[in-house]
């Protein structure tokens, strides 16, 4: 996008480059899918600027012609792949949704946009033993220890996201009950049961390092930084990346995966879904079902693993007498 350019091409500007940085530091994305997608929503730019349209003020039919501009080639450009199609559908939806979200628009124009259909990419989990790795990385009684502990703790105990986890109050939280208040998307909110190990965590922070960290600072959150503040969303993605390195788990690692581990860890230990969609404040069930499939692999894995006749090979089967 130039930078010399109008109001309204610095105004989306400044959209994207917020966009990004959710996508970045909330969902954990890649460099490469980062770049791609500035890239599309600087292609969505120039588009837009051709028919003079600000992109807060876009409608569905601007985005279908966009669409179809790209499906179908433009002075002499030849129709862009499916997949790429897919990705810049993908992106725009992601897009506007997270202007919704951050209520900067009313109505979202990509509603009713479909892109071509492809099969959807599971979410990266960690395995018992790698959340085991994870969690025993912060090491000490430092304050920030302390506080990195409880915070990894709390967050696979809960599958909380990113956003809840640092917007997290003392007032929400009752250890005794075993339970906190997480405040989601639109503000919903739910209350999630807390392990008792991430209640022995949260105790021993909350006790020997979280005054030392806030002193005097009247700080309602309860995750803070080194200096008494709340605890931003860079700050706890770099605490989960750092923790993650050390425990050789930084491929694809992000707050969002301790979620993903969450929900398929339930799942595969029996909870039923509608349980599940509650802990987790999907407002739609298919947003859970995709655990399933995570489950159902994991079962699988657990039943070839200790199930003693699927592990008979085929040349022992046939000698054994009928």
């Keep these: 996008m130039a930078t010399t350019a109008s109001p309204r091409a610095a105004r989306l500007i ?9 996508l970045e530091l909330e969902r954990g994305l890649s460099r490469n899918t980062l770049e791609a997608y500035r890239s599309d929503l600087q292609q969505y730019g120039e588009f837009l600027g051709r028919r003079g349209v600000d992109p807060l003020a876009a409608g569905p039919s601007d985005v279908a012609a966009f669409v179809s501009e ?7 450009k030849p129709p862009v792949a499916s997949a790429t199609l897919q990705r810049k559908v993908a992106c725009l939806r992601s897009f506007y949704r997270h202007l ?7 109505h979202d124009p990509t ?9 959807a990419r599971l979410p990266n989990v960690l395995s018992r033993d790698e959340v085991q790795q994870l969690l025993a990385q912060p090491l000490g009684s430092s304050p920030a220890a302390l506080r990195d502990r409880a915070l990894l703790e709390t967050m696979y105990a809960c ?12 007032a929400e939280l009752d250890l005794e009950a075993g339970i906190l208040r997480a405040r989601g998307k639109g503000s919903k909110e739910r209350l999630v049961p807390v392990g008792s190990k991430a209640i022995e965590t949260l105790d021993a922070y909350l006790t020997r390092a979280r005054p030392k960290l806030v002193g005097l600072r009247d700080e309602p959150r309860v995750f803070v930084n080194l200096r008494g503040g709340g605890l931003s969303r860079q700050g706890l993605y770099k605490i989960v990346q750092r923790h993650a390195r050390s425990a050789g788990l930084d491929h694809q690692m992000s707050p969002h995966t301790l979620r993903h581990t969450f929900a398929t860890h339930l799942l595969a230990g029996g909870c039923d879904l509608r349980s599940l ?4 404040g999907h407002a739609d069930i298919g947003t859970t079902q995709v655990y399933t499939h995570l489950s159902a692999d994991r079962l699988r894995d657990v039943y070839f693993d200790a199930h003693p006749r699927a592990q008979v090979s085929a040349g022992h089967a046939a000698a054994e007498p009928h």
């Design 277 to 280: 969609q509650e802990m987790l």
């Design 111 to 119: 509603a009713e946009l479909r892109g071509p259909r492809r099969r």
């Design 100 to 106: 919704r979200r951050e209520q900067r628009i009313e």
């Design 70 to 76: 790209l499906a179908e080639g433009r002075e002499g």
């Design 159 to 170: 599958g909380l996201r990113a956003s809840e986890a640092i917007a997290l109050e003392l």
């Design 14 to 22: 400044e959209l994207v480059l917020d966009f990004l940085a959710y």
